[in-house]
């Protein structure tokens, strides 16, 4: 087990900043406080951040650090933190290594032993999950589905019968077909929250069934960023099948297979290692022993 530097330790620091989602009242003194006080800001999009430091007065320099600079910006970022200097990192909005690369630097600081310093505030998918009506515990947070049609449709499917409330993120162009793989998935009938511009001016939460929220967003212009809350299922888990050979030892299992199906004792070994889940020849000592 490994103990993180303390925020009071010597050293650089890398503060993991919360920045708002919309309104920019949700900013915190102590987000602003810290912006001020680095060496250098890391930034998903500099020109973003560019404009909330003007609003708030914050003139440190601007670090570009994305998805498409990780080893670049991420070396850039260590080396102002191996030199006792901190760094604050933001998204474009909201909490960073939420759905974003912020999450792949502060892996890395940690592993250098820097303290990595949680700076709270807004999150899209926590302001949306308390919004929606829908049970705020326990929750799956997902992030974004996968892009490809297969592979979004095998998720929902594989989602469909977890109990837990589920938040996604999703964008104007792809809405209408996850929202259509998630009714064949999850059903039409299944509620859900479709949220969008929060915190803002023209901030919108939709609350119905999949089925309701689908057939508006085929009649409706998308834009902006939507983040959905959907119902975990009510249904239990349906109860696991009882093996029909539960309580038989290892040879009597070879033993009625033999019997049973016919089957020659090496294959009747073999079949019932591989249902069993054990190493087969410790099945086969248990099928030969006494004799």
Known sequence: MKTQKSVQDPGGKLYLVATPIGNLEDMTFRAIRLMKESAAIAAEDTRNTKKLCTHFGIGTTLISY???????????????????????????????CISDPGADIAAR???????????????????????????????????????????????FARLAGRMETIIFYESPHRLKDSLRDMEEAFGKDRRIALVRELTKKFEEILRGTI????????????????????????????????????????????EALIGQEGLPPKEAVKA????????????YRAYHMDE
Request: aromatic residues 6%.
């Open 66 to 96: 994305h998805e498409h600079n990780l080893e670049a910006g991420g070396d850039r970022i260590l080396g102002l933190l191996g030199e006792g200097k901190d760094v604050a990192l933001v998204s474009d909005a909201g909490m960073p």
């Open 109 to 155: 600081a940690i592993a250098e032993g820097y303290a990595v310093v949680p700076v709270p505030g807004a999150n899209a998918a926590l302001t949306s999950l308390i919004a929606s009506g829908l049970p705020a515990q326990p929750f799956l947070f997902h992030g974004f589905p996968p892009r490809k049609k297969n592979d979004r449709k095998e998720l």
């Open 211 to 254: 089925g309701e929220v689908s057939a508006w967003a085929r009649e409706h212009e998308l834009k902006g960023e939507f983040c959905l809350v959907i119902e975990g299922t009510t249904e239990e888990p349906a109860a696991a099948e009882t093996e029909w050979w539960n309580g038989l030892t290892a040879k009597e299992h070879v």
């Open 272 to 283: 019932a290692a591989k249902a069993r889940g054990e190493a087969k020849r410790d099945v």
